[in-house]
């Protein structure tokens, strides 16, 4: 059994943003690291069923800001939380997951790979119940004030108008956190939440830079132009992934190659990182 820490928040650089929000945890129990010093902190959250839009918009935000040095911060919950977790951890970032429950189990039991996944790569399992206490409805309501207070600012990438997730965007604005919202499909009933909260003056993203420019703008660095590939095709694949192209069969007619050669290049450009298959022949850049 991997053993169970307790501080209390003021006594940690990085928890210490904690003491500005209400009814502040006397105490904080952790699996794993917390970081030692305060660095740019995001909370990511959103739907445990997103379409696949939501799945690609939370990984390729999670992915990036990581990428950056941003900490990530959400609840391990099924879906968007589970989502920006791993995308942190296939960047090399630090990510922080908030539990509703005590840490002698970890909850989803079938997210416990993905928290042993956290904790093996630095990151820590947060939770401000005793050890054995078990999930409860309201507990969920009360750990989403620990996921915002925990971070300089909240992004939700899908959400439907009755979610719970609102309730950490709440939380977000009573803390005085900003509140970052990736637009939706109007006609979604998944993306209602987002759209609504939009509609309210919530800043809406469309990539990282959006969030680095108010949260961290020293981490904004001029990008390198778009990788071109190891050949005339990959590059082609490249461009029209950039360009919005993600189904499979559209990707091979406009790259203008036969069928076995394109098979061919996208099995090497996903061995090679350079992609990433979404489900269903569907493809974006890594």
């Keep these: 059994m991997i053993k169970i820490n307790r501080i209390s928040p003021q006594n940690n650089n990085f928890t210490q943003i904690i003491n500005t929000i209400a009814l502040v945890p006397r105490k904080l129990y952790y699996l794993g690291e917390l970081p030692t010093t305060r660095h740019p902190t995001v909370a990511i959250v959103g739907t445990r069923k997103p379409t696949r839009y939501g799945q690609e918009v939370t990984h390729r935000l999670s992915y990036d800001l990581a990428k950056r040095g941003v900490v990530i911060v959400s609840g391990m919950a099924l879906g968007v939380d589970a989502i920006a977790h791993r995308a942190t951890l296939e960047a090399g970032g630090t990510t922080i997951a908030v539990q509703a429950n005590g840490l002698s189990t970890l909850y989803p039991a079938t997210n416990r790979q993905l928290g042993e996944d956290i904790i093996k790569s630095g990151g820590a399992i947060v939770s401000e119940y005793e050890p054995d206490v078990s999930a409860r ?15 300089d600012a909240v992004l939700i990438t899908e959400a439907a108008a009755r979610s719970g997730t609102l309730n950490t965007a709440a939380h977000a604005l009573e803390q005085g956190r900003e509140v970052f919202i990736v637009p939706g499909n109007i006609t979604s009933p998944l993306s209602a939440g987002c759209n609504a909260l939009l509609k309210q003056g919530a800043t809406p993203v469309t ?29 082609k694949i490249i461009t029209l992934l950039n360009e919005g192209v993600r189904d499979g069969d559209e990707l091979c007619t406009l790259s203008g190659a036969d069928a076995r050669q394109f098979a061919a290049e996208l099995t090497m450009m996903e061995l090679t990182g350079l992609i990433r298959a979404l489900g269903g022949n569907q493809w974006t850049l890594k």
């Design 137 to 151: 409805d309201f507990q969920f309501l009360e750990r989403n004030r620990i996921v915002s207070g925990l971070s």
């Design 207 to 235: 990539c990282a830079e959006d969030i680095l420019e108010v949260v961290a703008p020293q981490l904004l660095q001029t990008q390198a132009t778009l990788a071109l590939g190891d050949n005339p095709l990959q590059s």
